[in-house]
């Protein structure tokens, strides 16, 4: 199939480009649209065929559920048995913007969008472009990141042409994401607000409104054999370069003399700006040290970056696991397979 390329950054462009996309959508298409997280691979989340089409498209396992994107409140109703007070209340605070809830789900949501589960995700994007896309088509729509199944999600129109040129009837341009990890998952079904994955909207921030918020046990730790993954996304091996990639946990002295001293043919340091000038290997950085929202900018396109560079072995600076830094963590943790090592500090 050939894939239409829509510029949405253009003020010329922009209103041709939310036309056409909302038109393809409307006829049970795929469209990749870009969102503050990262771009996302949208189709009808009602109509079952089209969202056979998003797995088929990523290669995605049909266990692994989809988030479905609305532009306003009214549009929830139908999609969920209920909405409970502690969802009005934080998509009060934090609607339109990065946080996705968990709610039961109606009849009206096919089981190929929640991956056969009986909840369904939810989330109102505050990307003007997005937005526009979905007010102009009418419909809920799925959106999973717009990666090849297992690879960085794409935080620019480039990445996404790269994994699915000729997979998706249009990918529409909207600039860089700003925010550039994907959005955080809060499961509203039981007792207490669960993250099951970090974003930009923190445990603390979720607790601030509605009094208490635990954080998932897979957000930091391997599952074991066994353990079912309250995310189901949580369990597939995730957002990894081709190299092999370990976690280093030390101060930027530290990690610049380790990575130095085990340097060589296709090494190559993650780090933070302020440690470029003291490696003497390949590096590329994700942001600022101690600036969570810039790494969360960075990241994937960092881990992207690598692949380009040929790295084989990476060594990565730890973020701090903090805030934003969570998310941060968390994906490295991931792209690392939860390989860490302490360095020794003199
Ligand atoms: O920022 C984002 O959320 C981006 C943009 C495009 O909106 N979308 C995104 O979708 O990251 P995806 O499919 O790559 O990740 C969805 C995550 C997965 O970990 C999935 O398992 C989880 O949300 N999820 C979806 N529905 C769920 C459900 N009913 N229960 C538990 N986890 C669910
Ligand atoms: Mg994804």
New binding site residues.
């Given amino acids: 199939m050939e894939t239409l390329h829509l510029d949405a950054c253009s003020p010329q462009s922009r209103e041709q480009a939310i036309d056409e996309a909302a038109r393809l959508l409307k006829e049970g298409q795929l469209v990749i649209?870009p969102?503050?997280?990262?771009?996302?691979?949208?189709a009808n989340a009602l109509d079952p065929a089209a969202v056979a089409g998003i797995f088929a498209a990523k290669g995605?396992p049909q266990d692994?559920?989809?988030?479905v994107?609305v532009d306003r409140m009214e549009q929830i109703p139908p999609l969920v048995k209920e909405l409970p007070p502690a969802a009005e209340k934080l998509a009060a605070a934090y609607w339109p913007g990065?946080l996705?809830m968990?709610l039961p789900?109606s009849e009206a949501v096919p089981k190929v969008t929640?991956?056969g589960?009986d909840?369904?995700?939810i989330?109102m994007?505050s990307q003007p472009v997005?937005r526009a896309i979905i007010a102009r088509c009418g419909l809920p729509l799925a959106?999973?990141?717009?990666?090849l199944s297992g690879s960085p999600?794409p935080t620019t129109a480039l990445r996404c042409a790269q994994d699915m040129d000729g997979r998706v009837a249009a990918i529409v341009d909207g600039g860089p994401c700003q925010?550039g990890?994907?959005?955080t998952?809060v499961?509203l079904v039981g007792p207490v607000p669960v993250v099951?994955?970090p974003?930009a909207i923190t445990p603390e921030m979720i607790a601030g409104v509605l009094g208490e918020c635990q954080v998932d046990d897979s957000v930091l730790h391997q599952l074991k054999e066994g353990q079912t993954?309250?995310?189901?996304?949580?369990k597939y091996k995730h957002y990894a370069p081709k190299a092999s990639v370990t976690i280093l946990r030390g101060s930027s002295p530290a990690f610049c003399r380790e990575v130095n001293r085990r340097g060589g043919e296709g090494v190559c340091a993650l780090c933070f700006e302020e440690d470029l000038p003291h490696l003497q290997v390949a590096a590329i950085p994700y942001g600022r040290e101690g600036d969570d929202l810039s790494q969360a900018r960075l990241l994937f396109e960092a881990l992207r970056e690598l692949d380009e560079k040929g790295a084989r072995v990476v060594y990565a600076r730890e973020p701090h696991a903090a805030g934003v830094g969570l998310a941060v963590y968390n994906r490295l943790l991931r792209a690392a397979g939860f390989q860490v090592e302490t360095l020794p500090e003199e």
């Fill in positions: 649209i969102t503050e997280t990262v771009y996302g691979l949208a995605r692994n559920p989809l988030i994107h990065p996705t968990i789900k929640s991956g589960l909840t369904v995700a989330r994007p997005a959106a999973p990141s717009a990666n999600s925010v990890v994907e959005s998952v499961s099951l994955r974003g993954a309250a995310s189901p996304g949580m």
